[in-house]
Antibody, heavy 117, light 110 residues
Framework: QVQLQQSGPGLVKPSQTLSLTCAIS??????????WNWIRQSPWRGLEWLGR?????????DYAVSMKSRITIKPDTSKNQFSLQLNSVTPDDTAIYYC???????WGQGTLVTVSS | QSVLTQPPSASGTPGQRVTISCSGS????????VNWYQQLPGTVPKLLIY???QRPSGVPDRFSGSKSGTSGSLAIGGLQSEDEADYYC???????????FGGGTKLTVL
């Protein structure tokens, strides 16, 4: 049974960086058949995939086209977790942020991130 | 505007069968499989169907999925009050190189 535990601040100021972490138990971030997603949900955008990281002999990342200039997703093998950084946030980035496994069979508990001064 | 198109709402009475559609294109559903998620009010989305037709362990067989061409469908038979939720489809998009979702369908059990 995989469990994903999210951590990070719920309030970020405009123009600053949103940072979240997803700790994995029951699987390895380095698994050769896994993939680790960040997804967000807001009333105005619905569910929106942000990006993923995965290991296939080397590390790969894919980002949503709309996010590419602002987003970084990184694995941390020493802590068996992965992280999301979203730069230059605006109020439009206010959403519930989720981490999930490859096909979305397991999700983190969600973090409501509000972008406000 | 979501890449995958779902009806915003659906409804049925207890015991009825309801179908929810998900329309995409050749770059997503046309080439890749469809997943369906159920989101009960105030909860995290839950995987209901993967690879078009497969149910994860613990999902009742009242829930079934299918795919034809660039469209997918979720059918719920023997509708129950606890099925009242939002349902989302998703597929990998080869052109966008990312997962795309439908806008969600709110199911009401009358």
């Amino acid at each position: 049974q995989v469990q994903l535990q999210q951590s990070g601040p719920g309030l970020v100021k405009p123009s600053q960086t949103l940072s979240l972490t997803c700790a994995i138990s029951g699987d390895s971030v380095s698994s050769n058949n896994g993939a680790w997603n960040w997804i967000r949900q807001s009333p105005w955008r619905g569910l929106e995939w942000l990006g993923r990281t995965y290991y296939r002999s080397k590390w790969h990342t894919d980002y949503a086209v709309s996010m590419k200039s602002r987003i970084t997703i990184k694995p941390d093998t020493s802590k068996n977790q992965f992280s999301l950084q979203l730069n230059s946030v605006t109020p439009d980035d206010t959403a519930i942020y989720y981490c999930s496994t490859k096909d979305g069979d397991y999700w983190g508990q969600g973090t409501l991130v509000t972008v406000s001064s | 505007q979501s890449v995958l198109t779902q009806p915003p709402s659906a409804s049925g009475t207890p015991g009825q069968r309801v179908t929810i559609s998900c329309s995409g294109s050749t770059s997503n559903i046309g080439r890749n499989t469809v997943n369906w998620y159920q989101q009960l009010p105030g909860t995290v989305p839950k995987l209901l169907i993967y690879s078009n037709t497969q149910r994860p362990s613990g999902v009742p067989d009242r829930f079934s999925g299918s795919k034809s061409g660039t469209s997918g469908s979720l059918a719920i038979g023997g509708l129950q009050s606890e099925d009242e939720a939002d349902y989302y489809c998703a597929a990998w998009d080869d052109s966008l190189k990312g997962w795309v979702f439908g806008g969600g369908t709110k199911l009401t059990v009358l």
